[in-house]
């Protein structure tokens, strides 16, 4: 054996904990391994050194003589070459899910379904409401003539021939050996002599199913609804997978939304914003009346308390906003502009204080 420095080999401290000797062997391994460095004899010498240097590092007996007495401790104690049968499995595992595609393949039980999507458009006022909607979605089922198992019914897996059973095969490099998935069984460790005649060996089946789905009230535009187990069917008795169900809201021709509130324009004529009135605003729960005060200005916000959209969590109702605004009269008669025309002559700035403080402001700005 050559009086190699095992520590100087993997680049610790001979104070080095097995953790950190597992580490840099993890970090040497995945750089000179010869699957991943093909041909390349000189990786190859050096794979094998780091190899024998962990295996010596990371048994505590091994260690301790070589600590003690060095390559000559560890001749003496193995005359006949040491044996490299320590149980490397935490160290390697990492490494070969890189190299080999998840190399320590376990043989599977079961393999989840897929999550499914499915888009509802729904109205405003659906949306604010909340309703049942009926939906029919395409998926992957279990098969029921096989439950599942892809064997024809009367019949049962049989072990692979090619891994007997263990979903793997294996092969010796260098001082290890490796075990690479089994090509023949996928890793399962049993095959489907003979098919089901109804899914032919898949397990699953195409259906559609036609589900009641509840949608709370308050939903918005954009939000996703989960519906565990609705998805499709997992694989050789895996779970199922979700149904995800996207919400999709048209505009409405009068309101808008803000999170829980809504809003909406409300024109009135000329003499009601100047005298008051009350008026008729359509909400959510039908018509309301809103009372204006004489000298409404357009553009003035008024709320109606709670007469928004429902939080989805029962943060309660939003509110409503109403916008004024203040429609001009047009296309007067000769009377009518008589009427106005003698309103102009006998107004005084009393009943324009903000056009006369506007414009006492611009005087003031070009002095």
């Known amino acids: 054996m050559d009086k190699k420095d095992y520590y100087g080999i993997l680049g610790v401290s001979r104070n080095a904990s097995p953790d950190d000797i597992k580490k840099a062997y993890r970090q040497l391994a995945k750089k000179y391994h010869p699957d991943m460095n093909p041909g390349d004899k000189t990786c190859a010498d050096k794979f094998k050194e780091i190899n024998e240097a962990c295996q010596v590092l990371i048994d505590p007996e091994k260690r301790e003589i070589y600590d003690s007495y060095g390559h000559e401790g560890l001749q003496?104690?193995?005359?006949?070459?040491?044996?490299f049968d320590v149980n490397f499995t935490d160290i390697f595992e990492d490494?070969?899910?890189?190299?080999?595609?998840?190399?320590?393949?376990?043989?599977?039980?079961?393999?989840?379904?897929?999550?499914?999507?499915?888009?509802?458009v729904l109205s405003f006022t659906e949306a604010v409401s909340g309703m049942e909607k009926t939906i029919e979605i395409p998926r992957m089922e279990q098969c029921s003539a096989c439950k599942g198992s892809g064997a024809r019914p009367g019949t049962?897996?049989?072990?692979?021939?090619?891994?007997?059973?263990?979903?793997?095969?294996g092969y010796t490099q260098g001082f290890f050996s490796v075990s690479r998935t089994c090509s023949r069984c996928r890793g399962e460790g049993s095959i489907i002599a003979h098919p089901c005649s109804e899914c032919r060996g898949n397990g699953r089946v195409q259906r559609t199913k036609r589900l009641t789905v509840k949608i709370p009230a308050g939903v918005d535009d954009g939000v996703s609804l989960r519906i565990s187990g609705e998805?499709?069917?997992?694989?050789?008795?895996?779970?199922?997978?979700?149904?995800?169900?996207?919400?999709?809201?048209?505009?409405?021709?009068?309101f808008q939304r803000q999170n829980r509130d809504i809003f909406c324009e409300i024109p009135v004529s000329f003499p009601q914003a100047v005298l008051g009135a009350d008026i008729d605003v359509p909400a959510l729960d039908g018509k309301t009346v809103l009372k204006i005060p004489s000298g409404t200005q357009s553009g003035r916000v008024f709320r109606l308390k709670g007469k928004g959209v429902p939080g989805l969590r029962g943060e309660g109702k939003g509110d409503q906003l109403i916008r004024i605004i203040v429609e001009t009269p047009v296309k007067l008669n000769r009377e009518q502009r008589q009427l106005i025309e003698e309103f102009a002559r006998i107004s005084g700035n009393e009943v324009h204080p903000q056009h006369d403080s506007f414009f006492k402001k611009v005087r003031e700005m070009f002095k």
């Open 231 to 254: 998805g499709e069917a997992g694989l050789k008795g895996g779970s199922p997978g979700d149904l995800y169900v996207y919400i999709s809201v048209r505009p409405h021709e009068i």
């Open 156 to 169: 049962t897996l049989e072990v692979c021939p090619s891994c007997e059973g263990r979903g793997q095969v």
């Open 95 to 120: 490494i070969f899910d890189g190299f080999f595609g998840g190399g320590r393949t376990r043989r599977t039980h079961g393999r989840p379904g897929a999550d499914l999507r499915y888009d509802v």
């Open 76 to 83: 003496s104690h193995w005359p006949g070459g040491m044996s």
